[in-house]
């Protein structure tokens, strides 16, 4: 289990520095849990950005309770 700490330590490391191909790369493979407590995070951080939210509706990780709304978070159209 990824701790918070852990969380916001690679957040921050992707910091823009990474497109969202590389992120997909990066955390395909890990467990829903840390998938979600990642781009849950990085969704907060980086100002709702559509891209993340694309990206956990792809991975299905429900980030919904970044906002508190029940359901996924999508993209605006």
């Known amino acids: 289990m990824i ?3 852990e969380v916001e330590d690679r957040v921050e ?3 823009w520095n ?3 191909f590389e992120i997909y790369d990066e955390i395909r493979d ?3 849990d ?3 407590k990642l781009l849950g995070h990085a969704y907060q951080v980086f100002n709702e950005d ?3 939210a694309d990206l956990a509706y ?3 990780a429900d980030i919904s309770e970044v906002k ?3 359901g996924k978070v999508l993209a605006s159209v």
């Open 3 to 5: 701790t918070d700490k």
């Open 13 to 15: 490391m992707w910091n």
């Open 18 to 20: 990474m497109n969202i």
């Open 30 to 32: 890990e467990g829903d």
């Open 34 to 36: 840390t998938i979600e």
């Open 50 to 52: 559509s891209s993340i």
């Open 58 to 60: 792809h991975l299905d």
């Open 68 to 70: 508190g709304l029940y």
